[in-house]
């Protein structure tokens, strides 16, 4: 699986839109960008993945650039309770029974939303 | 829908105890599993489940074991305890094979 790099901490200004880099510069044609979330305490949070196009939700959008080697997850609004690590992984889509696929989560980017 | 619920929230065990952390889901998914994560090492997978009746081992599988006889429920067995699980325990489900999961709040566990 291809390794990410993202910065480990980033402030942003409460009502501004928060954009978060990754880098996944080894990644492989069949392997989804997934962007999880962890607020201090709670379970990982699903937030958004994509392939190649972009995507967007009710919670974020997801950039990825036209070679695939980076990604940016775009919060449009960021409120003081999107204050969270937010971790980008890079999987082939989906396991299966017989592969002990998992999530690995890396050290992250810790996201301060200030008021 | 209450997603997933873990129980207990908190737990104290005795080194050689063991307890079964459990784990339910109402969204109807066919996958479930287990991560624990410690400081520094991130989430590693402990077991998972395909559907009901179907387990697997994932990463760290020793010390653990797991049973899926209905679809919601997916529970956690330590069998005898020792200060290395000490740890918080995530129970996570999906409904397909994709790893868009929904996590349990967790069950933060101490073995002194």
């Known amino acids: 699986d291809a390794k990410t790099t993202q910065p480990p901490s980033m402030d942003c200004a409460e009502g501004r839109a928060a954009n978060l880099p990754c880098n996944h510069s080894?990644?492989?044609?069949?392997?989804?960008v997934y962007w999880y979330r962890q607020i201090h305490s709670q379970g990982p949070q699903y937030i958004i993945h994509g392939l190649k196009n972009n995507e967007t939700n009710e919670m974020a959008s997801l950039i990825i650039t036209e070679d695939r080697k980076s990604s940016t997850l775009i919060l449009p609004h960021a409120t003081l309770r999107d204050t969270a690590v937010y971790y980008c992984i890079v999987r082939v889509g989906g396991f299966s029974s017989g592969s002990a696929r998992q999530l690995t989560f890396g050290s992250g980017t810790q996201l301060t939303v200030l008021p | 829908n209450a997603g997933v619920t873990q129980t207990p929230k908190f737990q104290v065990l005795k080194t050689g105890q063991s307890m079964t952390l459990q784990c339910a889901q109402d969204m109807n998914h066919e996958y479930m599993s287990w991560y624990r994560q410690d400081p520094g090492m991130g989430l590693r997978l402990i077991h998972y489940?395909?559907?009901?009746?179907?387990?697997d081992q994932g990463e760290v599988p020793n010390g653990y074991n797991v049973s899926r006889s209905t679809t919601e429920d997916f529970p956690l067995r330590l069998l005898s305890a020792a200060p290395s699980q000490t740890s918080v325990y995530f129970c996570?489900?999906?409904?397909?094979?994709?790893?868009?999961?929904?996590f349990g709040p967790g069950t933060r566990l101490t073995v002194t």
């Open positions: 080894t990644i492989s044609g069949n392997e989804y």
């Open positions: 489940s395909v559907g009901a009746g179907i387990t």
């Open positions: 996570a489900s999906s409904y397909n094979s994709g790893y868009e999961q929904y």
